[in-house]
């Protein structure tokens, strides 16, 4: 289905794989320490984004004083302990071991690149990838196309030969500004 496009690029939570629910947990707890929360709506549409982004959004909805930084890297480091338990595959990764291979491929990711490593080591599939970019390879973040423009260049396949398989607004924006088709896996 796919073997039109020279490279493929995967994003990973929500995509490949099931992260999002842990993701909302570590959120939870750590924000409760500081007696905030978050509205589902909001971190829905922040998808894709970098966890400091995703923080400040939070801190801005409370008129908060918080680093958004230090927020991150506490969610970050509780998140990386309870996704090691919770961690799994999706549907996706199908398509992703059908064309191990076949066809160049890379995760471009709003996650650390460590955390992407890290997972992807945990669940065996880190393999199946030639590039990992994550959100601290890049200056611009999605929806800006830098993240899936340094994957293309990495895997050396010109951006409008490459798709994107995205579950996220962002994800979707950012893959059009790069002049790449898009597969949004909310609608399969």
């Known amino acids: 289905m796919y073997d039109r496009y020279d490279g493929l690029i995967f994003d990973m939570d929500g995509t490949i794989l099931d992260t999002e629910p842990t993701h909302r947990k570590a959120w939870h707890q750590v924000l409760a320490r500081y007696g905030m929360a978050f509205d589902e709506k909001t971190m829905v549409g922040l998808n ?5 982004r995703v923080a400040q959004a939070i801190i801005d909805s409370h008129q908060a004083s918080h680093d958004p930084y230090q927020l991150a890297e506490e969610k970050t480091a509780l998140a ?15 398509v992703v071991k059908a064309y191990h291979g076949r066809k ?3 995760v471009g990711t709003g996650s650390e690149h460590q955390m992407a490593e890290t997972l992807l080591r945990h669940l065996g ?12 390879d890049v200056e611009r973040h999605k929806p800006e ?3 899936f423009l340094r994957c293309a260049a990495l895997l050396g396949v010109a951006p409008a030969r490459c798709v994107v398989f995205e579950d996220a607004d962002f994800g979707m924006q950012a893959a059009k500004r790069a002049g790449m088709d898009a597969v949004d896996v909310r609608l399969l």
């Open 80 to 94: 990386k302990t309870l996704l090691l338990d919770s961690v799994r595959p999706l549907p996706l990764i199908e």
């Open 48 to 52: 894709g984004s970098p966890t400091w």
């Open 125 to 136: 599939l880190r393999d199946y990838f030639d590039v990992i970019v994550g959100a601290d």
């Open 104 to 106: 160049p491929m890379a």
């Open 145 to 147: 196309p830098d993240t």
